[in-house]
């Protein structure tokens, strides 16, 4: 059963760098066809797409976020991990990492328990 | 604003059958694009519900169904249980976004 799951720091300051990773396990980030991403939800608000990967490392990333936003991969540890720069409060958020199908099932049927990341000094 | 609209909140009464809309534009669903379902219950991550405007994911009851029609997708929900309560959330993509992901805004549902 394929499992994701999200680490990285709680807190981060205005204006510094948001960084999350996601570990996947139970199956591995190149097989293909499948895309890797993440999803964020402020609190008491809806599902906001930030960006996927394919395994190659073609990314590719909401336009509102695009000039923030870096989302890698590491096969090696099968994880991938998500640079969001310049965060200020309006970051404050839920963050998801979740894998989407290709063409066939661009669904999001794999989704990791989520992190709270908090921007705030 | 989301891309799709959802109607903030429905209700229903155990038992009772409810349906929630998504209402896109000619860009988005009505381009073509496939509609997906999501339930996220209190405190946890959102989970598949219905993928391709239709089909259900192994495990989710046939008391959910989609449906789509031109420019918008609905979510009907037979036999209501308190389980049910929830907030749904409506997924397509966006041509005029260059076939990005966008999300509906979310509908609360209350089983009363």
């Known amino acids: 059963q394929l499992q994701l799951q999200e680490s990285g720091p709680g807190l981060v300051k205005p204006s510094e760098t948001l960084s999350l990773t996601c570990t996947v396990s139970?199956?591995?980030?190149?097989?293909?066809?499948?895309?890797w991403g993440w999803i964020r939800q402020p609190p008491g608000k809806g599902l906001e797409w930030i960006g996927y990967i394919y395994y190659s490392g073609n990314t590719y990333y909401n336009p509102s976020l695009r000039s923030r936003v870096t989302i890698s991969v590491d096969t090696s540890k099968n994880q991938f991990s998500l640079k969001l720069s310049f965060v200020t409060a309006a970051d404050t958020a839920v963050y998801y990492c979740a894998r989407r199908g290709g063409i066939v099932r661009p669904d999001f049927d794999y989704w990791g328990q989520g992190t709270l990341v908090t921007v705030s000094s | 604003q989301s891309v799709l609209t959802q109607p903030p909140s429905v209700s229903g009464a155990p038992g009772q059958r409810v349906t929630i809309s998504c209402t896109g534009s000619?860009?988005?669903?009505?381009?073509?694009?496939?509609v997906h379902w999501y339930q996220q219950l209190p405190g946890t991550a959102p989970k598949l519900l219905i993928y391709?405007?239709?089909n259900r994911p192994s495990g989710v009851p046939d008391r959910f169904s989609g449906s789509k029609s031109v420019t918008s997708a609905s979510l009907a929900i037979t036999g209501l249980q308190a389980e049910d309560e929830a907030d749904y959330y409506c997924?397509?993509?966006?041509?005029?976004?260059?076939?990005?992901?966008?999300f509906g805004g979310g509908t609360k549902l209350t089983v009363l």
């Open positions: 139970g199956g591995s980030l190149t097989t293909s066809s499948y895309y």
């Open positions: 000619s860009s988005n669903i009505g381009a073509g694009h496939d």
């Open positions: 997924q397509s993509y966006d041509s005029s976004l260059s076939d990005f992901v966008i």
């Open positions: 391709g405007n239709s």
